[in-house]
């Protein structure tokens, strides 16, 4: 996985949505007290935390320094002694039959080869172990491409991009189907469902921008980082719906399988 730069604080103060995602899919996931639990992509720990009030033990891993750092402080071992975190990347997971649940949310669109993915899920459950994740998938960018890339392509902002390369990685049911047969995992669900983002303000627009958009910003010099985002916002938000002109379709995909 390519390592990013995030800042943990302010993803944590614009990451609602994201929120919202992780509730719905762990309403799906039946936790027992006895269960052991690893969550890819704890980020600022918030959710790993939540779910260790329900399980045996959680151990939530990044590949980024500054989230498991801001997991470790707001989460200290001396006082959630059943939670711990860790840095490690999606693709080189290190268990072995240590979990009777894998959870996943919003994460797995930052990573290229899922199938490595699966497989160290696969290795690290525990025989009739379940996975659940949830990220974008085939269309999530459909409604921001055309201006991406009238914007990336233009007179001012081509020369910063010629040595752009893709960040996030959106896949359909179907492929994804076959790489967690291929994994050895029983597909229980796997669905390309359409969502959104909802934002009050252009600011939260802009603020989620900021935070998430990596493979373009990191492109540039961060004196420019805000001209470029303005200069999205303002074109995607002259074209949007009249009547919700930041409600941001997005598809997500999720799978949920066992071992």
């Known amino acids: 996985m390519t390592h990013h730069y995030w800042h943990a604080q302010e993803y944590a103060h614009h990451s609602s949505a994201q929120y919202q995602w992780a509730q719905e899919l762990i309403s799906k996931m039946n936790i027992h007290p006895k269960d052991r639990l690893l969550d890819i992509g704890c980020g600022d720990g918030k959710i790993t935390a939540e779910l260790a009030t329900h399980c045996a033990k959680a151990i939530g ?70 996975c659940f994740l949830r990220f974008g998938g085939h269309g999530t960018l459909d409604a921001f491409q055309p201006i991406i890339d009238s914007l990336i392509t233009s007179p001012f902002w081509a020369p910063f991009f010629e040595s752009y390369e893709n960040g996030w990685w959106f896949y359909d049911d179907q492929t994804y189907e076959q790489w967690v047969t291929q994994a050895g995992l029983k597909p229980i669900s796997i669905l390309l469902q359409p969502s959104h983002m909802t934002y009050q303000t252009r600011d939260e627009f802009a603020a989620w921008v900021r935070t998430t958009w990596h493979p373009y910003l990191n492109c540039l010099p961060q004196s420019k980082w805000e ?33």
């Not at 999205?232 to 379709?249: G, K, V």
Request: hydrophobic share 40%; proline share 5%; charged share 25%.
């Open 61 to 130: 891993i990044d590949q980024s320094d500054e989230m498991i750092q801001v997991a470790s402080q707001h989460f200290p071992k001396s006082q959630h002694p059943h939670l711990s975190f860790r840095r490690m990347d999606a693709s080189d997971l290190v268990y072995d039959q240590e979990f009777e649940l894998i959870f996943s949310n919003s994460t797995l669109h930052w990573v290229q080869d899922h199938r490595m993915v699966l497989a160290g899920i696969y290795k690290a459950l525990v025989p009739n172990g379940r």
């Open 227 to 259: 001209r470029f985002i303005w200069e999205f916002i303002d074109q995607y938000c002259d074209q949007a719906s009249t009547e919700h002109p930041l409600r941001i379709p997005m598809t997500r995909l999720e799978i949920i399988a066992s071992k």
